[in-house]
C-alpha cells in the first residue's frame, strides 16, 4: 500500500489502522493586531449565536483579522460618540476645572451611554 497519494487534488495519508485520511490544514493566521476586548466579545458572540460563521472565519484563516478590526472599529465609535455627546450636553473642559465632581458623573455617564450603540451596531451585529 502506498504511503501518500493525490485524488481530486487532496492528498491522502496511510494511518496506522490502515486507513487513508486526508492531510488538511488550516491556514496561518498571521494576524499580529490584539483582539481586545470588543473583540473577545464579538468572538463569544459568534462563536454561540453564529457557528457557521466562526467556523468559516476559523477555516478561512482570518479569525483574528475580524476580530482585531471589530476591536478598532468599536473603539473608534468610543472616542468619537462620548465627545459628541459631552458637545451635545455642554460638558467642558471649564465644568472640569470648576466642579470636577460633577463632570465625572457626567462623564461616566456619557461613557456607559455611548457603550450601548457600540456593542449593539458593531459587536453584536
Given at each position: 500500500?502506498?504511503?501518500?497519494?493525490?485524488?481530486?487534488?487532496?492528498?491522502?495519508?496511510?494511518?496506522?489502522?490502515?486507513?487513508?485520511?486526508?492531510?488538511?490544514?488550516?491556514?496561518?493566521?498571521?494576524?499580529t493586531?490584539?483582539?481586545?476586548?470588543?473583540?473577545?466579545?464579538?468572538?463569544?458572540y459568534?462563536?454561540?449565536?453564529?457557528?457557521?460563521?466562526?467556523?468559516?472565519?476559523?477555516?478561512?484563516?482570518?479569525?483574528?483579522?475580524?476580530l482585531?478590526d471589530?476591536?478598532?472599529?468599536?473603539?473608534?465609535?468610543?472616542?468619537?460618540?462620548?465627545?459628541?455627546?459631552?458637545?451635545?450636553?455642554?460638558?467642558?473642559?471649564?465644568?472640569?476645572?470648576?466642579?470636577?465632581?460633577k463632570?465625572?458623573?457626567?462623564?461616566n455617564?456619557?461613557?456607559a451611554?455611548?457603550?450601548?450603540?457600540?456593542l449593539?451596531?458593531?459587536?453584536?451585529?
Amino acid at each position: 500500500m502506498k504511503e501518500r497519494f493525490i485524488e481530486n487534488n487532496i492528498e491522502y495519508i496511510l494511518a496506522e489502522d490502515g486507513m487513508y485520511y486526508p492531510n488538511l490544514q488550516l491556514p496561518e493566521d498571521n494576524e499580529t493586531r490584539p483582539i481586545g476586548l470588543y473583540g473577545s466579545l464579538r468572538k463569544s458572540y459568534i462563536k454561540e449565536s453564529h457557528p457557521v460563521l466562526y467556523m468559516d472565519l476559523i477555516l478561512s484563516g482570518i479569525l483574528t483579522k475580524h476580530l482585531s478590526d471589530i476591536n478598532e472599529a468599536a473603539y473608534d465609535r468610543m472616542d468619537l460618540i462620548p465627545k459628541q455627546m459631552a458637545e451635545q450636553q455642554g460638558i467642558t473642559e471649564q465644568l472640569k476645572s470648576s466642579d470636577w465632581l460633577k463632570w465625572l458623573q457626567a462623564m461616566n455617564s456619557i461613557q456607559a451611554s455611548a457603550r450601548e450603540p457600540v456593542l449593539s451596531e458593531i459587536v453584536y451585529a
